[in-house]
């Protein structure tokens, strides 16, 4: 593996800041151990000499002035130039969000120091105080390992932010749909197992029945024909056939004691209306996802067979912006999909592999493993036989296409091009063949985003995706309709 630099890790920002300077003693650096309610700062040139002591700082548009006012000061005092300051401090809580972003605003440098990163260069290991923390901040800034993540601006950052919203509604979904479970086995057991009652779990039309006064007798005591009119309102198919089936197992359910029955009844009541109000949030959260991605170069991940909206918006938004995205390498060990490796003993000395780290993105990595689970069940059939050739042979299948999506990937955002079977990227398949591959799957891209209600905003002139379709449309000579 080729190296231009043993230094890749290191901040370019940081870098760069110091070569402008020249000389190490003319860069101010400016440590933060960050709190809810007040931020210790100390200051130091870029040799590590203390210019000021440790001091608090509120965590405050007053406690931001002060710092400034006290920086530009100490600036004066020591000839250093405004230009040459930069600050930094542990990724903590969203507390310090809003701080840090009105630094940033002022064109302030500002790096995010990875928790376990800092406390490797701590003196003192045993023990954890403010004075330490910053010393061990400010060694890791002065050695350029502050990081500037391009998810943290910009529409990124709105995309992650839905992203990660969306994420913890649907583990809470799960958490919800799990406690109906078990309230329904007490009320009315297997009531939502389809081959049993005839009806399919958490469909509008088992709510429907499960929302107000749910029990065995409620359900023998209704007419079939209400019950049929009932579901056909719902789309039911065969709605007679799935009543008479329903009402032909209630029969041989065992009902609970009825001195307990209206403390359950009332409880899934309101579980229920928890669930329908958490699938409306999630539906919402759908289209804005939809319509943030639809403004990144992300969007061009959707032109694969079997990454749907939410896949994509999650893999970009955690990568960040294609133009600021590290080496493909580096990316693949930030997603936590490559193994760990050990050699020593010289060139004769055996590697061992052992597990991936736990050091990761974990977002991330659920993410491309799921893409890669999705490639290979309803991917392009290329895509679908390589993951089975990995599996087959014994590999971690998900793992190995997991990092094959992410090569794909970012291809794909780089150079702003929908994903195309190897096949058709030879300069001696003819046009028609290609033409005939964009006819073939656009129905299928059409539908994603239709299904968002975001197909106008998608495929408009100023967007990525419409740029694309029109120049197909006038290349190849073909109509892609809306």
């Known amino acids: 593996m080729k190296k231009k630099n043993i230094f890749d890790n290191q901040s370019q920002e940081i870098i760069s800041l110091f070569e402008m300077a020249e000389n190490r003693s003319k860069v101010m650096c400016i440590p933060m151990d960050y709190a809810k309610k007040d931020h210790m700062v100390m200051f130091c040139n870029g040799n590590g000499k203390i210019i000021r002591k440790p001091f608090s700082i509120k965590n405050s548009l007053g406690g931001k002035r002060y710092l400034i006012d006290q920086v530009k000061k100490s600036c004066r005092h020591n000839g250093i130039k405004l230009q040459h300051v930069f600050f930094g401090g542990e990724d903590c809580g969203s507390y310090t969000d809003n701080f840090i972003s009105s630094l940033r605003s002022d064109k302030w440098l500002v790096a995010g120091i990875n928790a376990h990163d800092a406390k490797t260069y701590r003196e003192n290991m045993q023990a954890s105080t403010d004075c330490l923390d910053l010393l061990g901040i400010s060694k890791a800034l002065l050695n350029c390992r502050g990081n500037y993540s391009p998810a943290q601006s910009g529409i990124y950052w709105n995309l992650r932010m839905l992203v990660r919203h969306r994420r913890q509604l649907v583990k809470m979904t799960t958490g919800v749909k799990n406690r109906i479970h078990t309230l329904v086995d007490r009320i009315f057991p297997e009531f939502l197992n389809e081959n049993q009652s005839g009806i399919a779990p958490f469909s509008k039309c088992s709510l429907l029945l499960m929302k107000d006064k749910f029990s065995v007798p409620?359900?023998?005591?209704?007419?079939?024909?209400?019950?049929?009119?009932?579901?056909?309102?719902?789309?039911?198919?065969?709605?007679?056939?799935?009543v008479k089936k329903l009402r032909q197992y209630a029969a041989k359910v065992i009902n609970p004691p009825e001195k307990y029955m209206v403390s359950l009844q009332i409880s899934l009541s309101q579980q229920i209306k928890l669930f329908t109000c958490l699938q409306e949030s999630i539906h919402q959260l759908y289209k804005e996802i939809a319509h943030n991605l639809a403004q990144t170069q992300g969007v061009y991940l959707t032109s694969i067979q079997g990454i749907g909206i939410v896949l994509a918006a999650g893999v970009s938004a955690e990568i960040g912006?294609?133009?600021?995205?590290?080496?493909?390498?580096n990316i693949v060990s930030y997603s936590g999909i490559i193994p760990r490796i050990k050699q020593t003993g010289g060139t004769h000395g055996t590697t061992h592999v052992k597990k991936v780290g736990k050091r990761c993105n974990h977002i991330l990595k659920d993410y491309v493993v799921q893409s890669a689970s999705h490639m290979g069940l309803h991917g392009p059939e290329d895509l679908r036989s390589d993951y089975k050739r990995r599996d087959t042979q014994g590999q971690h299948a998900d793992f190995g296409m997991a990092r094959r999506y992410l090569r794909m990937a970012i291809g794909l955002m780089r150079t702003s091009q929908t994903y195309l079977p190897k096949y058709l990227r030879s300069t001696k398949i003819e046009m028609k063949e290609r033409a005939a591959y964009y006819l073939r799957t656009w129905p299928k891209l059409h539908a994603k985003w239709n299904q968002a209600g975001a197909l106008d905003i998608a495929f408009s002139k100023e967007m990525a995706l419409g740029q694309w379709r029109n120049m197909i449309q006038e290349l190849y000579g073909i109509e892609l309709k809306l």
């Open 218 to 242: 409620q359900i023998q005591r209704r007419r079939a024909s209400t019950l049929i009119k009932l579901l056909s309102r719902q789309g039911v198919q065969k709605p007679d056939h799935c």
């Open 321 to 329: 912006d294609p133009a600021k995205q590290k080496s493909l390498s």
